[in-house]
């Protein structure tokens, strides 16, 4: 299969990337978001992606993430420690 060249925008056509997932280290250097129930008890993803490491948002909710691990699927994927 001939792989089409990236647009002038650098992004490369639908059909290509499709094609490459079967490719064994395709999922690991493209992980999909973790999945997360529809609670009110877990992280806000939207909300954690925009804030810092050090702010009280990431703070109150780190030490719920510790025992969550839906939520700490959520810290791991955005690169946020849990210590």
């Not at 997932?21 to 129930?37: D, V, Y």
């Not at 877990?42 to 969550?68: D, M």
């Amino acid at each position: 299969m001939s792989e089409s060249k990236p647009d002038r925008n650098g992004r490369k056509a639908l059909d290509d990337i499709v094609g490459r997932m079967a490719e064994p280290g395709f999922a690991a250097n493209h992980p999909r978001p973790p999945s997360k129930r529809p609670t009110g008890a877990h992280v806000n993803p939207e909300i954690l992606a925009l804030s810092q490491p050090r702010s009280r948002y990431v703070r109150q909710w780190r030490r719920h993430a510790r025992h969550c691990q839906d939520c700490s699927n959520v810290f791991r994927y955005l690169g946020i420690s849990l210590s």
